[in-house]
């Protein structure tokens, strides 16, 4: 008997006999519901916030769609002179992906706006090259956000696009920080990282394997 309670303590076997039970419910409230889920589509997937891990949880969309046998593209808008561990790795599966490197650095790097709007213009017709030719189940637009972030390409036509052009069963994902309103109310998924904690600012610099 608890003090508490005065209630007599349930023995191992009523305790699992208890969850079994408990389980069994949840399990049919849950095939109650995904049997109203008949729906399949191509998504629009934004991964934005100040948190690490917007393009890491992107590719690893990429890798999974991999695993399916599914050909998937992908596009660097920003990051295109940086050796990331992610396109070495992809680089092994390149019967399945198709990798262009677009971006020549940050914006800070390059210092000259009009060399950025003329690579992220450049980056966004490969990308919709990519969603229009029928080839791809899946297309990561790596830091597309934030070439849309600096006005570097127009918002209203990549949301029109993406409303109009993208086929009804391929996938797009778009990463990177500050991604616009409009580009949230198209989306089908949208995941916003948020930060507690980072290295970075214990003065611990980017690590390879970690970073890139």
């Given amino acids: 008997m608890t003090a508490d309670t005065d209630k007599p303590e349930l023995t191992e076997d009523e305790l699992n006999a208890r969850h079994a039970e408990k389980m069994r419910k949840k ?3 849950r095939d109650k519901i995904m049997a109203t889920k008949t729906i399949e589509k191509g998504l629009v997937i934004v991964h934005t916030g100040k948190g690490k891990g ?6 690893g969309m990429v890798f999974r769609s991999l695993g399916h046998g599914h050909k998937v593209g992908v596009v660097q808008f920003v ?3 940086i050796e990331t561990g992610e396109r070495m790795a992809l680089e092994r599966f390149h019967d399945l992906v198709t990798i262009k490197r677009m971006g020549e650095g940050f914006t800070w790097e390059t ?9 992220a213009q450049q980056a966004w017709d490969a990308a919709k090259d ?5 080839d791809f189940r899946l297309i990561l637009c790596d830091e597309l956000n934030i070439v849309l972030r600096y006005d570097y390409l127009d918002i209203n036509e990549v949301v029109d696009f993406l409303k109009n052009e993208k086929p009804e069963d391929v996938h797009v994902i778009i ?3 500050n991604a616009k309103d409009e580009l949230l109310e198209v989306a089908d998924l949208v995941t916003d990282m948020t930060q507690v904690k980072h290295p970075f ?12």
Avoid: C, Y
Avoid at 130 to 134: C, E, H, L
Avoid at 201 to 212: A, H, L, M, T, Y
């Fill in 111 to 119: 210092q000259d706006r009009q060399r950025d709007i003329d690579a």
């Fill in 130 to 134: 990519m969603i229009r030719s029928g």
């Fill in 27 to 29: 399990k049919a409230a």
């Fill in 54 to 59: 917007k393009s890491t949880a992107g590719f």
């Fill in 201 to 212: 600012r214990s003065g611990v610099k980017p690590q390879e394997g970690i970073e890139f």
């Fill in 175 to 177: 990463t990177g920080r």
């Fill in 79 to 81: 990051k295109g002179r």
